[in-house]
């Protein structure tokens, strides 16, 4: 069994930063690309970035300047650092990661069960 743990959400001021963090664990043999998804209230799930195991990384356009996501592969742990936050921001962060959890397994995509992110103005 492999689990996605989120944390680093809370309560922030506009234009104050979070980091969240994810720490993937359980039964994991490699982990492809790991991302960062948000959910705002009303609103569908939406990109924020990816990064694959080799560092490279993807931001969805209206996320670029202000998020910067990172992994730690020796701690199968991904990043996001925020910084301007704004009340805009407010969201249920969602870590995903691909994992195959044997050398000849299937990849399969895990989800985290998300970090509350909330910026007052």
């Known amino acids: 069994q492999v689990q996605l743990v989120e944390s680093g959400g809370g309560l922030v001021q506009a234009g104050g930063s979070l980091r969240l963090s994810c720490a993937a664990s359980?039964?994991?043999?490699?982990?492809?690309?790991m991302g960062w998804y948000r959910q705002a209230p009303g609103k569908q799930r939406e990109l924020v970035a990816i990064?694959?195991?080799?560092?490279?990384?993807n931001y969805a356009d209206s996320m670029k300047g202000r998020f910067t996501i990172s992994r730690d592969n020796a701690k199968n742990t991904v990043y996001l650092q925020s910084d301007s936050l704004r009340p805009e921001d407010t969201a249920v962060y969602y870590c995903?990661?691909?994992?195959?959890?044997?050398?000849?397994?299937?990849?399969?995509?895990?989800w985290g069960q998300g970090t509350q992110v909330t910026v007052s103005s």
């Open positions: 995903n990661a691909l994992i195959s959890s044997s050398r000849w397994g299937r990849v399969r995509d895990y």
């Open positions: 990064i694959t195991s080799y560092g490279s990384t």
């Open positions: 359980g039964s994991i043999f490699s982990i492809s690309d």
